[in-house]
């Protein structure tokens, strides 16, 4: 296999969808050892003495899809319409219960998606 330039990979990745960029994150963490995170996560400790609790607030949501529940269908159009995924996406994502429908959310995005999805028939969790 010829190897790619960084400007080929670039265009490769951007006609991926989100789901399949997290996915390939994932591998690539798994194939070779390392963590996509930035680094200055472990900044953001509290300095001496602040209260832990505080600290650790979430900010940002996964919203995850546990299972599709009887309404596969429905659960479907509604992923479709959470996210920009294409039919057949949508159906695989739903097909793979437990995935991840949306990450990296506001609290009041990822509490209306996992309310739209358990209407729909869904089991859904934040994570």
Request: net charge negative; proline share 2%.
């Amino acid at each position: 296999m010829a190897k790619m330039s960084n400007d080929e990979l670039i265009e490769q990745f951007k006609e991926m969808s989100l789901i399949e960029l997290s996915e390939f994150v994932k591998v690539f963490e798994e194939t070779f050892d390392v963590t996509a995170a930035a680094p200055v996560a472990a900044a953001a400790a509290p300095a001496g003495g602040g209260d832990a609790e505080e600290a650790e607030e979430q900010t940002e949501f996964d919203v995850v899809l546990e299972s599709a529940g009887e309404k596969k269908i429905g659960v479907i159009k509604e992923v479709r319409g959470l996210t920009s995924l294409g039919l057949k996406e949508a159906k695989d994502l739903v097909d793979g219960a437990p995935k991840a429908v949306l990450e990296g959310v506001d609290k009041d995005t990822a509490e209306k998606a996992k309310e739209t999805l358990e209407g729909a028939g869904a089991t859904v969790t934040l994570k």
